[in-house]
C-alpha cells in the first residue's frame, strides 16, 4: 500500500543514519556531533527529526551509553574504547514514521559486552521471526524474554516497543517479556516497533534527574535494537 512505501521511506532514511554512524562512533567523537550529522541527514533526505520536541525531548537521537538503556541525550562527553553507545532514531516522511535502533561497540569492548550486543540483536531478530499473521501479540514478548534469559541476560519491564504510522507511539504496546499466546492477533497491516532493551545484569532501571535518561540499576551494561516491522501475508 501507499502507507507502507511511505513508511519504507522513513525507515531507509533511519537507517541511512544509523550507517552513517557504524562510521563515525569512534573514540574521540561526541554523542553531539553524531547528533549533528543525523540531523543534517535527515532533513537532506527531505525528513523531519521525529523525536525532536517530542514531550519536549531537546535532539535527533537518543545516545545511551554503558549503563544507559534508553532515552540518553546527546552530550559533549567524547566516547571511549570500550564504550557501547546505544543509538534510536526517528524519522517523519511525508506524514509517516520510522523508528529504529542499534547499539554499537566504540573500538575495542570486553567480551562481555560483545556478547550483550550480539545477544540483543539476536533477540530482535528472534522477534522479527515470531510475527506472522494470527499469532498473539504477547508470542512477540515471550520470544525474546525466552531467549534473552536463556543467554543470562535480563529484559527491561518498564519500556515497551509499540505501534507506528502516523503518530511515532500507537497501540498496541509490544512488552519484551511475558507469557505466550495473549492479546490481539496480529493482522496484515499491522506495523509495529519492536525493541528489545537487555541488561547484562538485573533488570531494574534507574530514571535519571534530567527526565529522561534511563540507567540499570545496578550499575551493569544495557543494549538496545529496535526496527519498525509491517505485518504481511
Ligand atoms: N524508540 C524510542 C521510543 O519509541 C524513542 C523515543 S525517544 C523520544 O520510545 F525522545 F522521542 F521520546
Ligand atoms: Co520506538
Redesign the pocket.
Known sequence: SGELDLMDAANRIVHQVLDGIAERARPGVTTRELDRFAEGTIREAGGVPA?LH??G?PATL?TSRNDVI??GIPDDQPLLQGDILGV?C?VVYKGYYG?A?RTYAVGQVSPQADRLIAVTRRALEVAVESVKPNRRLSDIGHAVQSFVESNGFSVVREFVG?GIGTS??EEPQVPNFGEPGKGPRLKPGLVL?I?PMVNAGEPEFEAGADGWTARTRDGSLSAHF?YSVAVTE
Do not use: M, N
Request: overall charge negative.
Open positions: 523525536f517530542y514531550k525531548y537518543c534508553v532515552h534510536d526517528g523508528d535502533a509499540h511515532l507511539h516497533a525493541e529496535e
